[in-house]
């Protein structure tokens, strides 16, 4: 089966060709540089950069696979979480092509994609690592610019959201806190290579969450801890700013040791086989490290995408959703005139599917 899946939910253009649970080609038009000067995403920027490039990503993710239009079984692309503006643009395209070409049609969750980014085989249709349904039930760790979830898998499709943000995403402090260091946006990657360069212990931050017996998280007490350490720090060390190296190795430190934490709460709660990694913040060598160690000692297995591009935003995850919901059927799969009465879901929450409302 091969399917054509897109995903425009934030500031990534992208689309994916997929052989069922193979991806052939996965597209990524990063909009960074147009958000950059702004420090974060602006959602109608988003909308007017993801309407240009759209088309270019469709061609192109089907030129790199030899696949045309025609030969594509089903179109899929995300509802929602993300902003409005932006999943408008990709859910659109992709109802429009199901309904060009006269085939099926399915929505998905972008949580759900970062949840199966792990299950991804390669364009050889290979990936000895990837979990398998012998692996369930599992713990998804899902940590993204907008989301920290912990979430109860019993199998593919079922969901329970168990822990989440309070506040602010672990990737939105990543961004925040680069931001109030000038190290330029997205945060997460610049401060991993900072924190490499950098010594732990020179300015402890608090643990977020650490103490507290659920599985919930927090990050904005976190980031304004740093904001008024870094404005300590800065009256008492003047430029060059070597400080800033370690400053970033204390603050991975501290993200690390609050979802480390609460990963080890909840599988001494919940008896798993497995723990699934996703989100643009996993794509963090030092974090996937350091869980896998915490894991090791419970003898449970830890699974991430064979490739980080399958960690950040991207339509190859979104793709691999589609090929599950397709063997799951309807009410996943959409045909004819309901294609269009298919709505984006901002808030969409993974915890019961399908969250689509027709209009
Ligand atoms: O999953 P994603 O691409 O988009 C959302 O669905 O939000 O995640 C983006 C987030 C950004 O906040 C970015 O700073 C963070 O992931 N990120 C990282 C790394 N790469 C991306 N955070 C920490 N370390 C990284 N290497
Ligand atoms: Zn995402």
């Not at 696949?67 to 409005?84: K, R, W």
């Not at 998280?217 to 870094?230: E, W």
Request: proline share 6%.
């Amino acid at each position: 089966m091969r399917i054509l899946a897109i995903d425009t939910s934030c500031d990534e253009t992208s689309a994916a060709v997929l052989k069922d649970d193979a991806v052939i080609s996965n597209v990524v038009s990063s909009q960074v540089d147009l958000h950059r000067k702004w420090g974060g995403v602006v959602p109608d920027l988003a909308r007017r950069a993801h309407e240009e490039n759209i088309d270019a990503a469709v061609s192109e993710a089907l030129k790199r696979s030899h696949t045309s239009a025609q030969e594509i079984d089903v179109f899929a692309a995300t509802y929602g979480p993300g902003l409005a503006l932006a999943l408008k643009v990709g859910l659109k395209k992709g109802q429009d092509l199901a309904i060009k070409y006269n085939k099926p049609f399915i929505p998905i969750n972008h949580m759900e994609g970062h949840l199966l980014s792990a299950f991804a085989k390669n364009a050889n249709g290979k990936n000895p690592k990837a979990p398998t349904t012998r692996d369930f039930p599992m713990i998804a760790l899902l940590v993204s610019g907008k989301h920290t979830d912990l979430v109860y898998t019993k199998e593919i499709g079922d969901y329970t959201v168990i822990g989440e943000t309070l506040d602010d995403a672990a990737g939105e402090a990543f961004d925040k806190v680069a931001r109030m260091l000038n190290l330029g946006y997205p945060g997460g990657p610049i401060i991993e290579e900072f924190a490499k360069k950098g010594k732990i212990g020179r300015f402890p931050l608090p643990v977020p969450m650490e103490k507290s017996d659920d599985l919930n998280f927090s990050f904005s007490g976190l980031k304004t801890a740093c904001l008024y350490k870094i404005k300590d720090i800065e009256t008492k060390y003047k430029s060059p700013r070597f400080w800033v190296y370690d400053f970033c190795a204390d603050f991975l430190e501290s993200i690390i040791k609050s979802l480390v934490g609460k990963l080890n709460r909840c599988v001494t709660q919940y008896q798993v086989g497995g723990i699934l990694l996703g989100g643009g913040v996993i794509s963090n060598v030092a974090l996937r490290k350091r869980i896998r160690d915490a894991m090791k000692t419970r003898t449970l297995p830890v699974f991430t995408p064979y490739n980080p591009i399958l960690c950040t935003d991207n339509a190859g995850m979104i793709g691999l959703a589609a090929f599950f919901s397709f063997k799951r059927k309807a009410p996943y799969c959409f045909t004819g005139d309901a294609i269009q009465s298919i709505d984006r879901d901002p808030a969409a929450c993974i915890s019961h599917l399908p969250v689509i409302h027709p209009t």
